[in-house]
């Protein structure tokens, strides 16, 4: 499980060099676009041969059936990569799947240290690491998501657990705007956006004050995160 950066920076910048490695050894991947697969390789590992790599795609097109013949590589005993668009695959990712076969198989899993976009912000956020969720996209309906946030705010307050969440980023601004009209004033919000990237900013505030605060997350990577106190 190799993962990748978050953004257009050196990878060895936030990648070890175990990761580095990996990626120099292997030839046959899984990902999600065969095109920024190939230049996050190249990348790691300029040298590398392009023509010898091989590519099972795994995204929103790949049919349930198609994903364990992945792997059949591995039961001849190579190794193959399976690598996230940003970040650790496995994690928000389709990956996943491939992971849960190969458990079913009995084939090793070797997960690879990397930047995780959830774990960093939850790191900076200030808020409860001992108790969190990672809750993936809120609904894009208007009363559907109103719901939503408000039942995220209660589990907060009742169970002292941090409510972490993404959007589309070209939706992010609208979500900032929802959060501040349907959250308690009192509520804390972070944003946590373009980790690891020279233009990375995470600030956590209130509701109330997040209101008063011009901020432009538009198409930027952030994750979200809320927690009422006591």
Known sequence: MLPTTLGDND????????????????????????KTARRAIKKLVPTKSQPSLQFFLLNKHTEPSEI??????????????????????????????????????????????????????????????????????????????KSEIKALEKISLEKNQAQSFIETPYRNNKMLEDLIQILHPGTRICIACDLTLSTEFVVTKTAAEWGKTKVDLHKRPTIFILQKDY
């Open 11 to 34: 990878p060895l910048e936030v990648l070890p060099a175990t990761v580095q490695k990996q990626v120099e050894r292997i030839n046959i991947f899984i990902a999600e676009n065969e």
């Open 68 to 145: 364990p013949s992945f792997l059949e590589a591995c039961k001849a005993g190579t190794d193959i990569g399976l690598l996230s668009e940003a970040g650790c695959p496995g994690v928000a990712d389709p990956g996943a799947e491939v992971v849960k076969i190969a458990h079913r198989e009995g084939i090793q899993v070797i997960p690879m240290v990397g930047p995780s976009s959830i774990l960093l912000a939850m790191m900076a956020s200030g808020m409860n690491g001992q108790n969190f969720a990672f809750n993936g996209y809120l609904p894009i309906d208007k009363t559907a998501r």
